[in-house]
């Protein structure tokens, strides 16, 4: 468990439940889902001579499978071809290397400055938690088209020098074109602020990772905001990490249809 998920499972509900395209699929027309089990339900008196599907065969089969090619319809006609321009943008600054494994929640972003390795992870299963909790302003016009943009995500930096042993770790909300820091973290063994294994993360959880970032002092606070602010740790970054966290949950869902499509079918 990375340090990143312990953090969000304190934090933030675990439950996956609400998706960000939940408004837009309300709108579409649903068959109840009792009428169908109703009707797909044999009487309980029946012989035991009918004869029942082959595993893999359900009666509701084919409305799960047709309701997926409904969904990946409307996906494709609303995806934007090829690779989006921002994310165009961001390669083309050569700055930060994105590290993207198809099938994971968690993304990495990487970059060198000076002697320094610095990393930024972020999971897009915060998306679907934020919108549970999610309250849009009311009296405000146009509240709803901004409500992706006001989505929380939780982020966790760290810094290495391969030269120094230890390593800084920061924990951050990304909101609203702003990191706002929670927590500055000292590892004197740089691979527990590094390392994602289950083993990491149960001895950094007896450490002692600093006071909370809003209990320093005003001016330590000011100072530690250049300091990641010189490393590029800023509004620029801060606008694309929930742009590209909506791009790649987009790809995700999408892939997860057709894998789920394709077992029903075989």
């Not at 889902?33 to 309980?44: G, Y």
């Not at 409305?63 to 165009?88: C, N, Q, R, W």
Request: hydrophobic share 35%; aromatic share 10%; charged share 25%.
């Amino acid at each position: 468990m990375s340090l990143l998920r312990a953090v969000r499972q304190f934090s933030l509900p675990s439950s996956r439940s609400i998706s960000l395209r939940s408004s837009l699929i309300s709108t579409r027309a649903r068959a109840p889902a009792l009428s169908r089990i109703t009707a797909a339900t044999p009487a309980v008196r029946a012989s035991f001579s009918v004869s029942a599907c082959r595993f893999g065969e359900g009666t509701t089969d084919g409305d799960v499978s047709a309701k997926i090619t409904e969904e990946l319809a409307y996906e494709k006609e609303a995806a934007i071809e090829g690779e989006p321009e921002f994310l165009k943008e961001f390669k083309t600054s050569g700055i930060w290397t994105i590290e993207d494994a198809p099938g994971n929640d968690e993304v990495g972003i990487h970059r060198k400055f000076g002697n320094e390795h610095i990393r930024l992870i972020f999971s897009i299963a915060d998306l679907q938690s934020a919108e549970e909790n999610f309250e849009p302003p009311e009296g405000e016009e146009g509240a709803s088209e901004d409500v992706e943009a006001s989505y929380p995500l939780r982020c966790s930096f760290t810094i290495t020098k391969p030269s120094v042993p230890g390593a800084l770790s920061i924990d951050a909300v990304c909101q609203e074109g702003a990191f706002v820091v929670e927590n500055v973290s000292f590892y004197s063994d740089s691979k527990l602020a590094t390392d994602l294994t289950a083993e990491a993360d149960w001895k950094r959880r007896g450490l002692y990772i600093g006071p909370q970032f809003e209990t320093l002092d005003l001016s330590l606070q000011e100072e530690f905001e250049k300091f990641l602010q010189e490393r590029g740790i800023n509004e620029s970054l801060a606008f694309f990490v929930p742009e590209y966290a909506q791009y790649k949950e987009q790809k995700e869902y999408v892939g997860w249809l057709n894998k789920v499509k394709k077992f029903i079918d075989a």
